[in-house]
């Protein structure tokens, strides 16, 4: 009974099934590194199921990092926002997260720092948003919510700091980085003479 209820479905769904066909063959195009193959095969499922938010954050992955088309990709990246919103908070974050790279590559601060502040509050668990989000406050010279969040990254992973201390985004509070640094240098120190 379930077998026939799942071969009903796809009878009575052809164009979604086309779609993920579609995306699975870009989704091996993509793996490959055929991007133009890729990018034709995402457009075209995008075409058949435009809810399909994974085909907008592809399509922005393949502008932002191997076409350079920012615009193009901001737009796939909001695209991805508006459809993965009601299913996934995780996509949607991620989703966030590169349209901050890209406001803040357009030189729009504040709309970067405001991206990264919605994705963290989707997924608190994120540590590359909590980091992203002290990163553009730091820009920002907003010296408490950036350490706060850098903090956050840190003690979510210690690779963190290490990223932190070479990261020039820092560097308009870098006194307020080594006050943090030294700090938890320190509670490490104590825990470890414990």
């Known amino acids: 009974r379930e077998e026939l209820k799942s071969i009903l479905e796809v009878l009575m769904a052809p164009l979604n099934t086309q779609a993920k066909e579609r995306r699975k063959r870009a989704e091996d ?13 995402f457009v075209e499922s995008e075409k058949l199921n435009k809810f399909d938010f994974s085909i907008h954050i592809n399509l922005g992955m393949i502008y932002l990092f191997h076409k350079i ?38 030189g729009e601060v504040d709309d ?15 540590t590359e948003a909590a ?17 706060s969040n850098l903090e956050c ?3 979510q992973d210690r690779c963190y700091c ?8 820092f560097d308009p509070i870098r006194e307020h980085v080594k006050r943090l640094f030294e700090r938890l240098r320190d509670e490490e120190k104590e825990k470890a003479l414990r």
């Not at 195009?29 to 095969?41: I, K, R, S, T, V």
């Not at 990709?73 to 949607?92: G, H, M």
């Not at 290490?162 to 985004?169: E, H, R, Y």
């Open 29 to 41: 195009a993509f793996a490959n590194g055929w991007l133009d193959d890729a990018e034709e095969e």
């Open 69 to 106: 088309d920012k615009e193009k990709a901001l737009s796939y990246f909001e695209k991805a926002i508006k459809y993965a919103k009601p299913k996934s908070a995780y996509y949607t974050s991620f989703a966030l997260l590169h349209k901050g790279l890209i406001k803040f590559d357009f």
């Open 112 to 126: 970067a720092e405001k991206c990264t502040e919605e994705a963290l509050y989707l997924s608190p668990e994120l």
């Open 131 to 147: 980091y992203q989000n002290a990163q553009y406050n730091a820009q920002l010279r907003n010296e408490a919510e950036s350490i």
């Open 153 to 155: 990254a840190i003690r």
């Open 162 to 169: 290490l990223k932190a201390q070479n990261d020039p985004l």
